[in-house]
């Protein structure tokens, strides 16, 4: 069934509107693609894994959809730009953009290589930068009303010492550049939503079925094994990817901005925003909740 979009009292159908959609092929990207599919778009699904993002693009087809696949590495500019062209020259400016894909990979502040900063930054800064920049102005220029939905994560709002150094500083930069975007964009009547979930339960775990080759394998040893199935067990018994693309559909409808899917965060959020606020004070630091924060992070903060 579609629903009112538009907000701000104007009906928008999405029926027929095209959505793009990257790491469209598994979890959430292909749940958000689930909904716009509901919603009576056109699906334009990118992936960087081409047996699933057929598979996805089948099961979609099955209920009727309108699909069209490309296969794109997110962190490539010219293979992006290359699809990104014929996206617009076949499809025009997408109604929706969805700048979803992302990965995960252990790397703390102080143990991360520098292929493991350029992985995680290439997929999950520069895929939504560069979809951005290859979209947006053409969406502006369409004089039509849109959505962006950036994914982020809940660790674009707390840190996550000892593992997730890395991904942590992507998903903050995420979450930057959709403050800013959402502002940018309101004149131009397109609304930006970011999603910010804890654990979901996906094929995250499994981020480096991607794995470039030059990012070292030999940071998996029997304890990062060891870690990765305690991560994984959190990471399954997460939300599933559907409940984060209805909460998702509901942030446009009603043009919320941040996509909280975890309340049970909020006490690490405040704790951290305690400090910055007591420091702004000039108040002798209370870190006490934020190390024993950390402490616990360290010992249970799985990667996502
Ligand atoms: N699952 C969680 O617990 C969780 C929590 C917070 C945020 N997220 C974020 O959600 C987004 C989606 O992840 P997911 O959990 O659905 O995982 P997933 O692994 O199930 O899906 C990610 C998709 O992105 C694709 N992908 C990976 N690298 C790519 C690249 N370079 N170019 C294009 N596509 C690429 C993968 O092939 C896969 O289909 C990510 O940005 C992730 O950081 C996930």
């Not at 509107?17 to 959430?28: H, L, N, P, R, V």
């Not at 939504?128 to 039509?144: C, H, R």
């Amino acid at each position: 069934m579609s629903s009112d979009l538009g907000g701000e009292g104007q009906f928008m159908d999405l029926r027929g509107k095209a959505a793009f959609i990257t790491g469209g092929a598994s979890g959430i990207g292909l749940a958000l693609a689930k909904r716009c599919a509901a919603e009576g778009m056109t699906i334009l699904l990118a992936d960087i894994e081409q047996g699933a993002l057929l598979s996805a693009a089948q099961l979609l087809r099955g209920e009727g959809v309108k699909v069209f696949t490309y296969i794109l590495d997110v962190g490539n500019l010219d293979q992006y730009r290359e699809v990104a062209n014929s996206v617009l020259s076949e499809h025009g400016a997408p109604h929706l953009l969805v700048n979803n894909a992302g990965v995960a990979w252990k790397a703390p502040a102080s143990g991360a290589t520098p292929e493991d900063w350029r992985w995680m930054v290439s997929v999950n800064v520069l895929g939504t930068g560069y979809g951005i920049s290859l979209f947006v102005p053409a969406m502006i220029d369409s004089g039509q009303q849109g959505y962006v939905i950036n994914t982020a994560s809940i660790t674009g709002l707390i840190t996550s010492p000892g593992t997730s150094a890395v991904y942590s500083a992507t998903k903050h930069a995420v979450l930057a550049v959709s403050e800013t975007l959402a502002h940018e964009l309101r004149p131009h009547g397109i609304h930006v939503s970011v999603l910010c979930p804890g654990s979901v339960a996906t094929n995250i775990t499994e981020a480096d079925r991607n794995l470039p080759a030059e990012v070292e394998r030999s940071a998996i040893t029997a304890a990062a094994e060891e870690e990765r199935a305690f991560t994984r067990s959190f990471v399954s018994n997460g939300i599933a990817s559907d409940a984060v693309a209805d909460q998702a559909f509901a942030a446009l409808a009603e043009r919320r901005f941040y996509v909280i899917t975890h309340p049970e965060y909020r006490e690490e959020i405040e704790t951290r925003h305690r400090q910055i606020e007591a420091a702004i004070a000039g108040e002798p630091a209370s870190d006490v909740g934020l190390l024993q924060f950390a402490k616990q992070m360290l010992n249970l903060q799985p990667l996502t």
